[in-house]
């Protein structure tokens, strides 16, 4: 046991077990902070890569995707729609369509 070891083998000053673990009950730490590194990457990148540059390789992959290029054509979609899981339904859709029929049918209230 070490000095901020209790009589359970709890670390009373992290929140940590005697092996080091987080102890049950303890939330842990607030973790790395969102988004630090991946807003370094996209700096650099921003910097390296200029918008003629960009628009070059968008009109490229687009180029590709209208003979067939299924990698090009599913980078294209992800960029434009979204990835799949987060696209709406053709349901969700309709039921939308139909709410806002149903909200100009109704008219203004007295």
Known sequence: MHANANAN????YSGRNGDGRFA???PGGPGRPPWA???DYLVVLTE??????WRAICRQAADAARVG???????????LLGPPGELPTLW???MAEG??????????RS
């Open 9 to 12: 083998g709890h670390d009373t």
């Open 24 to 26: 049950v009950g303890n």
């Open 37 to 39: 590194t991946e807003k």
């Open 48 to 53: 390296e890569v200029s918008l003629e540059t």
């Open 69 to 79: 290029d299924a990698k090009a054509r599913d980078w294209i979609a992800r960029y």
């Open 92 to 94: 969700a859709i309709k």
């Open 99 to 108: 709410a806002e029929a149903e909200q100009a049918n109704a008219g203004p």
